[in-house]
Each structure stands twice: as C-alpha cells, then as structure tokens.
Nanobody, 116 residues
C-alpha cells in the first residue's frame, strides 16, 4: 500500500515563504510523476505543479516564477518551495504520486493560509 504524508503548511503573511514536503512510503515501487494539487474553500481542486522522475517540472501559470518543485528519488520525497505567497494561494495542498503499475495516490493534505 502506498502512503503519502505532507508537512510544512502553516500561516504566513503575504510575501512570505513556505516549503512543503511529502514522503511516499510502502513496499518497493517506482514513482513516475509527483506533484501538488491545491483546493481553496469553495473552489475545485487544481494542479499546481508536477515533476517527472527525470526532473522536468511544470507549473500552473499563477505560480510560475514564485513556486519551485523538486524531488529526491532516493528518499521518495517531493518538495514545493513557495515564495512571494499571495492570499489567493490559500488552500489545502495535496501531494500526489503516480506509482508504476498502481496509478495515482494522494496524501491527506496540509493547510496553507496566507494573510493579507
């Protein structure tokens, strides 16, 4: 069974920074894409960023230049460095991992709140 656990959320003022982390555990497997979704209150969940096993990163337009996704394949971890945070970045952030032969799995989420 694949399990994902996020950490690093919190309350920050606009313009501040946070770093989210996510560790994937379970029996041995190969992880393809990893990334982050977020869901603001009353809104649909949206894809924020994802990164391939080889390190190619993709971002939603609203976070380009502010967020950086990275991963450590040896540790089965993915990170999201969030700088210049805005109130509209507020929401629950969910880590996901696409495991070979098993499909996608998600974590329970970590809350990010950006005050104006």
């Amino acid at each position: 069974q694949v399990q994902l656990v996020e950490s690093g959320g919190g309350l920050v003022q606009a313009g501040g920074s946070l770093r989210l982390s996510c560790v994937v555990s379970g029996s041995s497997f190969v992880i393809n894409n990893m990334g982050w979704h977020r869901q603001a209150p009353g809104k649909q969940r949206e894809l924020v960023a994802f990164i391939s096993r080889g390190g190619q990163a993709n971002y939603v337009d609203s976070v380009k230049g502010r967020f950086t996704i990275s991963r450590d394949n040896a540790k089965n971890m993915v990170y999201l460095q969030m700088n210049s945070l805005k109130p509209e970045d507020t929401g629950a952030y969910y880590c996901f991992a696409i495991v070979a032969s098993r499909g996608p799995s998600w974590g329970q989420g970590t809350q990010v709140t950006v005050s104006s």
